[in-house]
T-cell receptor, first 112, second 115 residues
């Protein structure tokens, strides 16, 4: 079956530091890949997506590249802000509807 | 544009009881999915409804069921509650089209506590 593995947190960074959150997946076929974010007190929201190999998803300064050869979709940001503090979830869809498989989530804490 | 609305936000039940949770999707969205979120198991897919038909189903026992109405509103029901059913139940809506597969808009959830 499908699975998503992401680095355990919490990840604690100082403001303006570089961020990487690792995500690897196991799936049959060619899934679509997503990063969702859950800010404190809010619901999950889509951050970015990529639907095929070598696609790069980007939003709000965050980027992730779909790497089929390494089955990875690592999330990166060049300079984090305190407002980026949240829980980040990597997810995949095998494109059979909206049945997403989520990773366990990584809590990011950014200190001023 | 109103977001996804879930009711009730919090509820407490005892073992053996049953519970019904409601979800109103974003206007125009025809797909509604349900997820269970727990500290131990994380986010797990329950089922998805599209145009009143169950399109996908996760690996949960038959005590978990759902339905969707003609106005796209959805309900999920859990019968014979167990302690392990304590969780945050998230509803997510989507247009349901292939181009937007996986692009979900989540509600804030219904937090169920089973005593």
């Amino acid at each position: 079956g499908n699975s998503v593995t992401q680095m355990e947190g919490p990840v604690t960074l100082s403001e303006e530091a570089f961020l990487t959150i690792n995500c690897t997946y196991t799936a049959t076929g060619y899934p679509s890949l997503f990063w969702y974010v859950q800010y404190p007190g809010e619901g999950l929201q889509l951050l970015l997506k990529a639907t095929k190999a070598d696609d790069k998803g980007s939003n709000k300064g965050f980027e992730a590249t779909y790497r089929k050869e390494t089955t990875s979709f690592h999330l990166e940001k060049g300079s984090v802000q305190v407002s980026d503090s949240a829980v980040y979830f990597c997810a995949l869809s095998d494109n059979a509807g909206n049945m997403l498989t989520f990773g366990g989530g990584t809590r990011l804490m950014v200190k001023p | 544009k109103a977001g996804v609305t879930q009711t009730p936000r919090y509820l407490i039940k005892t073992r053996g009881q049953q519970v019904t949770l409601s979800c109103s999707p974003i206007s125009g969205h025809r797909s509604v999915s349900w997820y269970q979120q727990t500290p131990g198991q994380g986010l797990q897919f329950l089922f998805e409804y599209f145009s009143e038909t169950q399109r996908n189903k996760g690996n949960f026992p038959g005590r978990f069921s759902g339905r969707q109405f003609s106005n796209s509103r959805s309900e999920m029901n859990v019968s014979t509650l167990e302690l392990g059913d304590s969780a945050l139940y998230l509803c997510a809506s989507s247009t349901g089209t292939n181009a937007n597969t996986g692009e979900l808009f989540f509600g804030e959830g219904s937090r169920l506590t089973v005593l």
